[in-house]
Nanobody, 122 residues
Framework: QVQLVESGGGLVKPGGSLRLSCTAS????????IGWFRESPGKAREQIAA???????TFYNDAVKGRFFISTDHKKTIFLDLTNLEPADSGVYHC????????????????WGQGTRVTVSS
């Protein structure tokens, strides 16, 4: 079955950058789409970005477009580069298999990892 493991989170000062990694296994490359979402206390789950493993089309939440960048090594890892981080970006970042029938608006994840925590200090 699909397994996803996130890494790369940590403590960073406002304006800083991080690279998050999502290592995926248990599926045929090209059969699923991978997305990132984040969670924090008091906030609803927020979509970040997604990428298809067939064609590598990308999708971004307008709120982070231009600051966050999704990419892949085309093998088993999906990256999320976070730049110009703000305290509001703090939270647990998860990667998961996402249905993209309606783009990020679908907000339908079938499987996701435990997440990696990003803390942006003030």
């Amino acid at each position: 079955q699909v397994q996803l493991v996130e890494s790369g989170g940590g403590l960073v000062k406002p304006g800083g950058s991080l690279r998050l990694s999502c290592t995926a296994s248990g599926f045929t490359w090209g059969s699923l789409n991978i997305g990132w979402f984040r969670e924090s206390p008091g906030k609803a789950r927020e979509q970040i970005a997604a990428i298809t493993t067939t064609g590598y089309s990308t999708f971004y939440n307008d709120a982070v477009k231009g600051r966050f960048f999704i990419s892949t090594d085309h093998k088993k890892t999906i990256f999320l580069d976070l730049t110009n981080l703000e305290p509001a970006d703090s939270g647990v970042y998860h990667c998961g298999t996402i249905q993209l029938t309606y783009g990020l608006a679908s907000d339908i994840y079938d499987t996701w990892g435990q997440g990696t925590r990003v803390t942006v200090s003030s």
